[in-house]
């Protein structure tokens, strides 16, 4: 309400954005706001991203990616965490990603295209109406696992790959992939291992987060791995996704 309006208005963080995109982005946290206290049951809302311009100490412009998750606090009143990742010059192309192998640069291996049209977040029904709730956005979400391990145990993470499962960060991936599609993962792997191929595509991979599963809500990722023999981890980046909404 009017108390949730002024502590956004007012807050140190508005004042670090540029002065023409401070209303644009009090707005976008009041709407969450609302939008949260409707959804009964719900503790928090998917993943937002946005694009802000924010002032540095010489109060010059720096554009950022900001992850946003709306959640209720112990108060039951929503509350925000944001994770911040500086856009800079030396970021890949999201159109085009290679390996680097040897010095010289390798495509990798696509392993399949799925199309979500016949697909679902559900495990026990694929058959139902799909919604997209959230247009499609270029993302860059890491993390690092044990390529040997049955779960997809992780290792470490970045901050947006975190704000993508709620409020509580995830200790293994493969309970978040739905359940049709964690064989795909499983194969790219072994494929990777085997083949001692530099990287891997995966597009189209379903996620069911489990924080969002009675909602029944997931998203479509494109996702790619990458071979990392310094600590014998393999890196899972994610780097487009678009949430859906299945109908019961």
Known sequence: GRFAEQQIGTGAFVELIEGSEQDKFADHLISMNVELLLRQGDKSLPTAQMKLNLLDAARSSVLVDVYHVCFLGLDDQPRHLLGIVEQNEDQRDDKFVVATCGGRRVDKFM???VDI???GSSDSSSNGDTTLVMPSEPLTASCWIIPDSHDFTIRKAT???NLLW???PITCLQSQIWKKHRGKMALALRILKT???PGMT???LIFDPEAFRQHRMGFIAHVDIWAESYDALVRVEITQHE???QRP
Request: proline share 5%; aromatic share 14%; hydrophobic share 40%.
């Open 111 to 113: 392993v399949e295209t």
């Open 117 to 119: 049209s016949n697909e």
């Open 159 to 161: 901050v947006p790959f």
């Open 166 to 168: 709620g409020t509580a």
């Open 195 to 197: 083949e001692r191929l």
């Open 202 to 204: 995966i597009e189209g």
């Open 243 to 245: 949430w859906f909404q």
